[in-house]
């Protein structure tokens, strides 16, 4: 059974220290609106409102992130949001590796679920 824990964030908590190439790729110098961690088992969730869109960003350290975690945290936290207006990209971890000309060591695998916001 699967069960998603929201973690207290630090008042100096920062994702930009958390996820930085991440962040770096989705927003640039764009501003987050609001953000909060959660955990899947060994799977780190974020959920990030950037206003003109909302992004989950799932990482593993140790080994890749399945089809029914996916599914199971877009039915947590975007439980009204269609299918078709979710973009899931699974092969994130290899283009951040390519934008920034490094290896992601820390992450085994890292997915992207994107939600734009009209």
Do not use: C, W
């Not at 975690?69 to 973009?87: S, W, Y």
């Amino acid at each position: 059974m699967m069960k998603l824990i929201e973690n207290p964030i630090r008042l100096n908590a920062s994702l930009h220290k958390m996820i930085p190439n991440t962040v770096r790729h989705l927003y640039g110098s764009r501003a987050i609106k609001f953000f909060t961690t959660y955990t899947l088992g060994a799977v780190h969730v974020y959920y990030i409102d950037a206003f003109s869109q909302i992004d989950i960003v799932m990482t593993n350290d140790s080994r890749r992130i399945t089809d029914d975690q996916i599914n199971f945290v877009i039915e947590k936290l975007m439980p009204d949001v269609a299918r078709t207006d979710i973009e899931i990209n699974q092969a994130a971890k290899a283009e951040i590796e390519s934008e920034t000309h490094k290896k992601l060591k820390r992450f085994k695998d890292l997915v992207i679920i994107e939600h734009k916001i009209d």
